[in-house]
């Protein structure tokens, strides 16, 4: 699977929208981009994922390049219950259960 | 639906105790693995099962077993603990197909002394 790449951390307004970058230069052709999230200690929780549309539902937006090279997560009006560790990962149509998991962004929402 | 559901929530062993981590889903899903999360970083694949009978290894497989006899339960075995294998400890559950998500229980805690 294509390695992903992301900032360790960053900062966000309560109310205002979170844009979480994340870079997958080498992603092929049948490589998903799937964003989990793990608030403390617990379980990752699946936000959302897509190949090469752009994708939205309830949590957030998912904006993927035309190269598909680069992808960004969008929490549109942000809480503190946000408040969590983001992980951008790139699976194949191959791996099954596989997911590969980064070092993730940790995004601070303030008030 | 329970969802994911592991067993114990906390375990602490001496080094060379063997024990069983449990889990299991409510969702008849087919797929299941196991992921150790050390602290600061992100998860590590451990073993995965792509439906009853079948068992495939991750990116850190050594001093780990598991089995997968029935749809529901994906037990992870630790033959001889060591302190290497502190770490939390989470068990997932899939549909099937590749763009099904993955359901995550609240994970075991487990300290090696």
């Known amino acids: 699977d294509a390695k992903t790449t992301q900032p360790p951390s960053m900062d966000c307004a309560e109310g205002r929208a979170a844009n979480l970058p994340c870079n997958h230069s080498?992603?092929?052709?049948?490589?998903?981009v799937y964003w989990y999230r793990q608030i403390h200690s617990q379980g990752p929780q699946y936000i959302i994922h897509g190949l090469k549309n752009n994708e939205t539902n309830e949590m957030a937006s998912l904006i993927i390049t035309e190269d598909r090279k680069s992808s960004t997560l969008i929490l549109p009006h942000a809480t503190l219950r946000d408040t969590a560790v983001y992980y951008c990962?790139?699976?194949?149509?191959?791996?099954?259960?596989?997911?590969?998991f980064g070092g993730g962004t940790r995004l601070m929402v303030k008030p | 639906n329970a969802g994911v559901t592991q067993t114990p929530k906390f375990q602490v062993l001496k080094t060379g105790q063997s024990m069983t981590l449990q889990c299991a889903q409510d969702m008849n899903h087919e797929y299941m693995s196991w992921y150790r999360q050390d602290p600061g970083m992100g998860l590590r694949l451990i073993h995965y099962s792509v439906g009853a009978g079948i068992t495939d290894q991750g990116e850190v497989p050594n001093g780990y077993n598991v089995s997968r006899s029935t749809t529901e339960d994906f037990p992870l075995r630790l033959l001889s603990a060591a302190p290497s294998q502190t770490s939390v400890y989470f068990c997932a559950s899939q549909q099937g197909a590749i763009t099904g998500e993955l359901f995550f229980g609240e994970g075991s805690r487990l300290t090696v002394l």
């Open positions: 080498t992603i092929s052709g049948n490589e998903y």
């Open positions: 990962i790139v699976r194949s149509y191959n791996a099954g259960n596989m997911l590969t």
